[in-house]
């Protein structure tokens, strides 16, 4: 269906059309582990990356800025006033090791800490991966040589 006009074969909206207008776009769901769904998990980042493949936003500026379909642009569509990381709003948010919205998303990365109210309410252990060699071993990132190595968030 990528060379479909509309509508496409797999019934999903203009995503990218409503995005390059300007028109607020988020995507989410409410499938946790349900007669429906019984994959979900809750994990807003298989949320983005499913949708960033339905929609076919492949681009990798347009995979950085991904992030904004399940953050700001959900707080808008709630109209959430007190959102984001300024002062006196409410410190609810998780931190992500990754250095940008690609490599959180093409990583898949865990949440590291995850905080309410000011309070980390969930941590996870970093994991480690290594490869082994003839020459030996060595640990193994895959966020090494990215496209946006250097992308720190979304375009402003």
Known sequence: GRFDDYPKRRGITRVKEL????????F????????????????MLQVLHMGLHVCQLMGYQQINDGLQLITDNSAR?????????????PANLIILPAENGFEAVRCQVPVRWSIRQGRVIATTQPAQSWIQTDR??????FMRNSPLADAKGPKA
């Open 136 to 141: 030996g071993g060595e640990e193994l990132s």
């Open 77 to 89: 569509t709630f109209g959430l006033e007190d959102y984001g990381i300024v002062s006196g709003n």
């Open 28 to 43: 989410g769901h409410d499938d946790v582990f349900d007669p429906w769904y019984p994959l979900g998990t809750g994990n």
């Open 19 to 26: 995005l390059a207008a300007g028109i607020n776009v988020c």
